[in-house]
């Protein structure tokens, strides 16, 4: 089972897309199992209240809800790491990861969607990180 490498990009972007990412991803017996990582050299915003999703390696077989582990480290920016979750939704094509979600401080560790990178804004000299890991069943 050899990794493969693969780009992988933000989805739901408002404007100019300020994140470079990169990934690694093998598939055996109908099941690709994949790590993404996102960096955030510029300030870059969602398109809506969504917030970011995820393009994948290889689609997912559709219809079932699948879910995978999500870090997001701060870096300069706020350091800190929050983890959480990202999804796809049970009527997605399965194209891509639907939502990227971490948890808040406020309502008891409530999960936010991710809509905001601050990349070099605010004086921060290293950007944020968003890496995703996780496997799933190819369509």
């Keep these: 089972m050899a990794a493969n490498s693969w780009t992988p990009k933000l ?5 100019t897309d300020g994140t470079t990412g990169g990934g690694r991803y093998a598939v055996s ?14 300030e870059t915003q969602a398109a809506s209240s969504a917030g970011f999703g995820l393009t994948l390696p290889v689609p997912a077989a559709s219809g079932v809800r699948y879910v995978f582990q999500a870090s997001l480290d701060g870096r300069d920016a706020d350091n800190g790491v929050w983890t959480g979750e990202a999804l796809i939704y ?6 891509k990861v639907d939502r990227v979600r971490v948890t808040g401080t406020a309502n008891g560790a409530a999960v936010l969607n991710i809509e905001h990178f601050y990349g070099d804004s605010e004086g921060a000299a290293e950007a ?3 890496t995703v890991t996780g496997s799933y069943p190819i369509a």
């Design 29 to 42: 017996n109908g099941v690709c199992t994949f790590t993404a990582m996102i960096v955030a050299h510029k």
């Design 90 to 95: 049970a009527g997605s094509d399965g194209s």
């Design 11 to 15: 989805t739901n972007v408002a404007g």
């Design 128 to 130: 944020e990180i968003l």
